[in-house]
């Protein structure tokens, strides 16, 4: 699934691409994939026709992109949420262009130009409209508002986090990856990021000191960066920017997905953890199993 860097790569080629344009038409090809507007397919083609694209936000995970003008129901507006789940992707492509295999939805502009395509080959992904509100500095979907901020915001708190962090009484991987904590690390950040701040995935999270929890959320910060500068993490052709191009982060893993791999930092082979029905990689030797570890 996605994470922050590859929802952000998205986020960024949609603004470019789409922000500030008229919506003439709306054409939904498959129900599912709007099956979290509740009113209906037509509802929801009826209230996008006319609007304009005023912004593409994100937040963790979240992708939604804001229509100009206040929603009904909301002084602070209304938003088309977009859920890219397990396979979605949103294009950018000429009118003329051949449609997609597994096209779900297609928006076309006022304008004539290069339409807008959400395709989605497992359809656990869609979009909704829905009113946004206030949370944490920035309006978000009302669905997002439970969501904290992610590492990348300026309204990122890392005084508040690390004090909410460290009174946790788990492992430090299952609080990096509570969403009402801290927002958009998944499993693979997780993993990078730990590796970097040499912490095991199950070290007390009571144990850490305030600075150590610095240099892991600049850990955090410093992998996603650099993840999203190569276009984030493609172990497949499901993800994909607005281009219909993928991320080649995945060259640059230094532990996830690497079992039995030399450590890039020490040589020792990495290992491979089941983990909350997944799975965790470390380095035994850079990241040694704490005595009180939190399994």
Known sequence: MPELPEVEVVRRGVAAHVVGRTVSSVEIHHLRSVRRHVPGPQDLAGRLADRVLSAARRRGKYLWLELAGPAAGSPAGEALVVHLGM???????????????????????????????????????????????????????????????????????????????RAKRTGIKRALLDQSLVSGIGNIYADEALWRARLHWARPTATLTRPKV???????????????????????????????????????????????????????????????NRSSYTCPACQPLPRNAHR
């Open 87 to 165: 396979s979605g992707q949103l294009l950018v492509q000429p009118p003329d262009a051949p449609d997609e295999k597994h096209l779900r939805v297609r928006v076309r502009f006022a304008d004539g130009g290069p339409e807008l395509r959400f395709v989605d080959q497992r359809t656990f992904g869609g979009v909704h409209l829905e009113d946004l509100v206030e949370s944490g500095g920035l309006a978000v979907p009302s669905a997002v508002a439970h969501i904290a901020p992610d590492p990348l915001e300026q309204v990122f708190d890392i005084a508040a986090v690390t004090t909410r962090l």
């Open 214 to 276: 610095r240099e892991l959320f600049g850990a955090v910060a410093e992998v996603m960066q650099e993840a999203l500068r190569a276009g984030g993490t493609s172990f497949d052709d499901l993800y994909v920017n607005v281009n219909g191009e993928s991320g080649y982060f995945d060259r640059s893993l230094a532990v996830y997905g690497q079992a039995g791999n030399p450590c890039p930092r020490c040589g020792t082979p990495v290992r491979r953890d089941a983990f909350m």
